[in-house]
């Protein structure tokens, strides 16, 4: 007890001082907490991914369409489950500049494709039969304030529809959820069939498929299979993971990601080493009174433990309020910038790791000055005095 | 004079006093060149990538897309109204007839050279009077497409940066085999990071008909917009919008201004937390330097020559920082190529930039810490009792 009364009267002998030790700690760890949250982030449609979900594109390039009769061949192919595919629609609200991610899908298989997924089964068995029929994710709907029921008029950057406009008024039937928090529903369906023959180049392409295989261990067969069968065709395919084409897509972003990340975590080691150098050198300014405190009759080990505890109090201080600090503003910009990041959250797993750090902190700047005072003689730590 | 003449000499006195607080006094040059560099990281990402687009537009070039598209790969164009357009007024005609570009874009895959993952890279179809449009445009290797052949040009920027494009390598796209004949330059814009072969080879290809995506005129000056645009209204059977390329680019060039906004946000709260270290280094200052203010204060130096050396040391540390983290930066992010995704789907190759503004708001930055840590303890340090000079040594 009396340990932990010295620990703090050291700690709090200058306040200001120790205001400025925590408040450089607390930026440190903010700046931590919140830009590893963005990086994951931006990583979670890799990590959201089923194992056993495939994607085949056209090999130019996933903007090509694919014929429709790809779809029954790749059902044909051993080891698949289940085949699905969409169209993209390049979908936006009322206005340009306000973009929704809106697919011609299959209604019957999409769900079955992504299970994920959750909807109702009399929202579905509704939409499956209303041509004009459309179901949205629970996050878009709550974007725009949609609830069953609504007819909403989507227009597409791409298509134009045969009335001469670019719009398509959709009846939404059901609002879709899903079991994980963390998987992304900010997007609509509405049906390929009505989709088709409403625009006005027609034509049987489909965009994509997404398909499942019986087995996770068939994945490198089955993709094998797929392209095989439509190579040297008008049309060759290139079937990856789900996985795998996420992140492919991620990296189109490219290394300023990388960069960006790069530069940040460079300045939180950067603020670290900076503030770990004032922490030192405050323990330092100490040694004459380490010295009585062990003329006194306090054992080197406890002086020691002493220091490194103290370094440890105040790492932990700045850094679990930083910590906090991240969290509130992780908040924040979910709820502000749900629509551009939809999986921004600050997880156990970042947390672990802020804490590792704050540990490492303590230790470090504790330990030379925890050390010197290990080994300080008190005859020359009394001379200084 | 006698104010001037105490101020310098407690400024060199303190500044060569900095050895004895060495640690801290670096801490704090660290502290403000790690912000500094920060900032000018994220700023001359922004700046290269919004130049890239930028410089590629032309102001006397009128650039058409079908209404609400948004982005040359969402629009099209039929024939008959690129017909239509050439009609237009205002338009300048060359000795191969009215300076009009139909033009197609579509994506095709390249290998990015720092990831060997795919990556959206633009095809680019246009005839001749679509070369001649843009000003810059100088082939560097090799020699132009022939039209009508699965021949094509690479920009240099995509050169850089991507695997398979070199000159007399076969490409496949699909079934479609290409060759690559030549590499253009046009001075470092956009148009550097496509892949550029003739319109009616991809319209045959691509199942595109006879259709295009967007139509680039080239004017006779910039105002003639007004007249193309009345022009348009009055036609049912046009529905394009038309736009000046410049203000088509500009707006595509504020894609990536969040970096710049990321950027700003990040540096200002890592400059509060330099500002705490700053600070700390500077109390430390004043507190090791107590007795000697002290001295100087009963030899007869005025209150004011105290503040002006801790301010002084304070500056000087911080700008010390603040150069060497554009040094860094300099160092370390000017002219860096990189590519990312643009806003019309494809990999836009750029360099970062950094020019004289973005010194400047690095220089600004590190002199704002200079100045908030310096005050403050220069207070402090102006009012150190004259008494403290006669106490024994602490």
């Given amino acids: ?385 | 004079m006698a104010l001037m003449s105490q101020s310098m000499a407690v400024i060199v006195m303190n500044i060569r006093s900095l050895p004895r607080r060495f640690w801290m006094s670096a801490a704090m040059v660290i502290a403000s060149a790690v912000v500094v560099a920060i900032l000018l990281a994220f700023l001359a990402m922004a700046k290269g990538f919004e130049t890239t687009l930028k410089s590629a537009g032309a102001e006397d070039v009128a650039f058409f897309l079908r209404v609400s598209s948004a982005a040359e790969l969402n629009s099209t164009v039929m024939n008959d109204q690129v017909n239509l357009l050439r009609n237009a007024p205002g338009i300048v005609a060359n000795d191969k007839g009215p300076m009009v570009s139909p033009e197609l874009y579509v994506i095709v895959d390249g290998i990015k050279k720092t990831s060997q993952t795919k990556a959206n890279i633009p095809l680019r179809g246009l005839g001749e009077q679509g070369v001649r449009l843009r000003e810059n445009f100088t082939l560097l290797k090799g020699r132009m497409f022939t039209p009508g052949t699965n021949e094509l040009i690479v920009g240099q920027g995509l050169l850089g940066q991507f695997d398979g494009f070199e000159l007399g390598n076969t490409l496949n796209f699909g079934k479609n085999r290409w060759t690559v004949v030549g590499v253009f330059s046009t001075a470092g814009n956009v148009f550097e990071s496509e892949l550029w072969a003739d319109a009616r080879v991809i319209q045959s290809l691509y199942n595109r008909g006879s259709s295009y995506q967007s139509v680039r005129a080239k004017l006779s000056s910039p105002q003639q917009i007004e007249g193309i645009k009345a022009y348009i209204e009055n036609d049912p059977r046009l529905n394009q919008v038309v736009q000046s390329e410049a203000s088509y680019f500009a707006e595509q060039g504020k894609s990536l201004s969040y970096i710049a906004i990321f950027g700003r946000v990040i540096s200002t709260v890592m400059a509060l937390g330099a500002l705490a270290g700053a600070l700390n280094t500077m109390f430390t200052s004043v507190a090791d330097r107590t007795t000697e203010i002290a001295t100087l204060r009963a030899i007869g130096f005025s209150h004011l020559s105290a503040f002006v050396g801790t301010m002084a040391e304070a500056l000087v540390l911080s700008v010390l920082g603040g150069l060497l983290g554009s040094l860094a930066a300099y160092l370390f992010f000017d002219g860096l190529s990189t590519s990312t995704l643009g806003g019309s789907f494809t990999q836009v190759v750029f360099t970062f930039q950094l020019s004289g503004n973005l010194f400047m708001q690095g220089a600004l930055m590190a002199l704002i810490i200079g100045f908030v840590s310096g005050v403050f303890p220069a207070w402090r340090a102006a009012r150190v009792p004259v008494a403290v000079a006669f106490q024994a040594r602490r």
């Avoid at chain 1, 540990?359 to 925890?370: F, K, N, S």
């Fill in chain 1, 1 to 385: 007890m009396k340990d932990l009364y010295l620990i703090y009267k050291n700690l709090t002998r200058k306040k200001l001082r120790l205001f400025l030790t925590c408040f450089t700690i607390f930026i440190a760890f903010l700046i931590f907490g919140a830009v590893t949250a963005l990086q994951g982030a931006l990583n979670s449609g890799v990590e959201m991914s089923a194992d056993n979900r495939l994607i085949t594109v056209n090999k130019i390039n996933f903007t090509q369409p694919l014929p429709f009769a790809y779809v029954n061949k790749v059902q044909n192919i051993a080891g698949v489950k289940e085949v699905s595919y969409a169209n993209w629609f390049g979908g936006f609200y009322q206005e340009p500049a306000k973009q929704v991610v809106t697919m011609a899908v299959d209604p019957i298989t999409y769900f079955s494709v992504y299970e994920e997924l959750v909807l109702p089964d009399e929202q579905k068995s509704k939409w499956q039969k209303n041509r004009r029929g459309a179901v949205v994710g629970q996050r878009l709907a709550k974007t725009y304030n949609w609830k069953v029921g609504d007819t909403v008029p989507m227009s597409s950057n791409i298509f134009s529809n045969k009335d001469g406009t670019q719009t398509w008024e959709l009846q939404i039937e059901g609002i879709f959820t899903a079991k994980d928090p963390q998987t992304d529903t900010g997007y609509m369906l509405f049906h390929y069939k009505y989709f088709m023959e409403t625009q006005i180049w027609g034509g049987d392409n489909v965009g994509w498929l997404m398909l499942t295989t019986t087995d996770t261990n068939l994945n490198e067969q089955v993709a094998k299979a797929i392209d095989d069968s439509f190579a040297n065709s008008a049309a060759e395919t290139q079937t990856s993971t789900e996985a795998a084409f996420n992140k492919a897509f991620i990296e189109q972003i490219g290394n300023i990601g990388l960069i960006i990340f790069g530069v940040v975590f460079m300045a939180f080691f950067t603020i670290l080493v900076v503030v770990g150098n004032t922490m030192v050198l405050a323990i330092r300014e100490r040694t004459g009174e380490i010295a009585v405190l062990k003329t006194l009759g306090f054992s080197s080990m406890r002086v020691f433990r002493m220091i490194l505890i103290e370094s440890c109090l105040l790492a932990f201080f700045g850094g679990l309020l930083g910590l906090g600090g991240a969290y509130l503003a992780v908040l924040w910009a979910s709820a502000a910038m749900a629509r551009f990041l939809p999986n921004l959250v600050l997880d156990q797993g970042i947390v672990l790791q802020a804490l590792g750090y704050m540990l490492l902190l303590g230790l470090i700047t504790g330990i030379v000055p925890a050390l010197r005072a290990l080994k300080l003689n008190i005859v020359s730590g009394l001379q200084g005095v």
